[in-house]
């Protein structure tokens, strides 16, 4: 089984791992994508971790794409090659999975992210099937426990 077959799996700002060992878990073999040299090592059989740009990783050819809780902090001016890139890699039938950050969430209106309206995320999906886009909206405790305003798309999408 390797990248490319029809259990290979991407995920990409793989962070803490816990996306990547439940894709494994699944049976998928996961190419665990971060950019950060402190992400925890993962020790699991069916995960390769990998500390890496994504936006200059070479990408293979996955049935899984997920990209949870880190499009929104690629830089703006690199997200269309980036996801021009990732839509490549999807395979025929592929699932792409993850979240966009909404014009209204805190970490978009402090500059530390970029965000979309739902049209504007709904057009990134031209040529795709959507499964589902889901726009959340809530005030709640950011991982400092300050209240902050949230605002996201939750997306699943098939080739």
Not at 23 to 48: C, K, M, Q, W, Y
Not at 75 to 104: C, M, T, Y
């Amino acid at each position: 089984m390797g990248p490319g077959d029809s259990r290979s799996a991407l995920d990409i700002g793989s962070g803490n791992g816990r996306d990547a060992l439940f894709i494994a878990e699944a049976g998928f073999l996961v190419s665990a994508v971060d950019s950060s040299e402190s992400a925890p090592v993962l020790d699991h059989p069916r995960v390769t971790q990998l500390c890496a740009d994504i936006v200059e990783y070479p990408l293979q050819q996955y049935a899984l794409i997920n990209a949870s809780l880190v499009l929104p902090f690629i830089d703006a001016a690199r997200f269309n090659a980036l996801w021009q890139k990732l839509l490549e890699a999807l395979a025929p039938s592929g699932v792409i999975a993850g979240h966009l950050s909404g014009v209204r969430d805190w970490k978009v209106q402090a500059g530390h992210a970029w965000g979309c309206n739902l049209a504007e995320a709904k057009q990134l999906f031209s040529g795709l099937t959507i499964v589902s886009i889901e726009e959340h909206e809530l005030d709640g405790p950011n991982i400092s426990g300050v209240l902050v305003h949230k605002h996201n798309f939750e997306f699943v999408a098939r080739k």
